[in-house]
C-alpha cells in the first residue's frame, strides 16, 4: 500500500523543468527525511536524492530535491532523454514503524 | 562497493512458501549499523517494502505481511533471506534486495531484482 501521493504522471520538452509532488503526513515525510528513486525502464531503482535534498556521487546537479511540512518535491532542470523514467519518493514512518514509497510519477520527455 | 545478488526459484505454487536469497559481495553484511531491506514490485505497479532486517538478528515488517514474512540474516554467508509463506498470485512480483543506513536512511544500493511468479 503506497502511502505517499505522487501525480501519476509528468511531462516537459528537452531543456524544460519537471517538479515532482510527494504528498505524506506528520508520521512519515513530517516526522523523517525523503529520499527518491529513480528507475530506468526493466532496471531496479537507483538512488537518485537523499535526506530530502543530497544527492550522491555521480547524479547530475539538474536533480534537486526539497520538503516543506508534510510535502516533498523533485525538481529536473534542463530536461533531457535519458530522464525518461519512473520516480519514487520514500521516508520511514513512525506510526507504521516502517518504510512507505510514493505512488509514483512517470517522467516523459517530449 | 558493495553489491547484492537476489537468488531463489522463478516459480512457486499457490499456497506454498516463497524463499529468497541476498548474497552480499565487496563488503561484511555485519559491518557498520546497516539494515537489510526487502521491496518488492508487481509488474507496472510500484513498490512496496515488505521488511528489513538489523545485523544483530531483529526485524521490522510491513504491517500488511507481517503475518506471512520471515527475514533473517546469515552473517557466516554474508547473506540474508526472505520467506513468505502462504502465497498467491497476488505475490507475484520483482522482488528486490537493499542495504539502508541508518535506520531511516535511504535504500542504496539496491539488488538487480528477481521475477516470481506465483501459479499452479
Known amino acids: 500500500q503506497s502511502v505517499l501521493t505522487q501525480p501519476p504522471s509528468a511531462s516537459g520538452a528537452p531543456g524544460q523543468r519537471v517538479a515532482i509532488s510527494c504528498s505524506g503526513s506528520?508520521?512519515?515525510?513530517?516526522?523523517?527525511?525523503v529520499h527518491w528513486y529513480q528507475q530506468l525502464p526493466g532496471t531496479a531503482p537507483k538512488l537518485l536524492i537523499y535526506s530530502n535534498n543530497q544527492r550522491p556521487s555521480g547524479v547530475p546537479d539538474r536533480f534537486s530535491g526539497s520538503k516543506s511540512g508534510t510535502s516533498a518535491s523533485l525538481a529536473i532542470s534542463g530536461l533531457q532523454s535519458e530522464d525518461e523514467a519512473d520516480y519514487y519518493c520514500?521516508?520511514?514512518?513512525?506510526?507504521?514503524?516502517?518504510?512507505?514509497f510514493g505512488t509514483g510519477t512517470k517522467v516523459t520527455v517530449l | 562497493q558493495v553489491q547484492l545478488q537476489e537468488s531463489g526459484p522463478g516459480l512457486v505454487k499457490p499456497s506454498e512458501t516463497l524463499s529468497l536469497t541476498c548474497s552480499v559481495s565487496?563488503?561484511?553484511?555485519?559491518?557498520?549499523?546497516?539494515?537489510w531491506s526487502w521491496i518488492r514490485q508487481p509488474a507496472g505497479k510500484g513498490l512496496e517494502w515488505i521488511g528489513r532486517?538489523?545485523?544483530?538478528?531483529?526485524?521490522n515488517y510491513n504491517p500488511s505481511l507481517k503475518s506471512r514474512v520471515t527475514i533473517s540474516v546469515d552473517t557466516s554467508k554474508n547473506l540474508f533471506s526472505l520467506k513468505l509463506n502462504s502465497v498467491t498470485a497476488a505475490d507475484t512480483a520483482v522482488y528486490y534486495c537493499?542495504?539502508?543506513?541508518?535506520?531511516?536512511?535511504?535504500?542504496?544500493?539496491w539488488g538487480q531484482g528477481t521475477l516470481v511468479t506465483v501459479s499452479s
Open positions: 532486517v538489523y545485523t544483530s538478528g531483529s526485524t
Open positions: 520514500a521516508a520511514w514512518d513512525d506510526s507504521l514503524n516502517g518504510y512507505v
Open positions: 506528520s508520521s512519515n515525510i513530517g516526522s523523517n527525511t
Open positions: 537493499a542495504r539502508t543506513l541508518p535506520s531511516w536512511g535511504p535504500f542504496d544500493p
Open positions: 565487496d563488503g561484511s553484511i555485519s559491518s557498520k549499523n546497516y539494515y
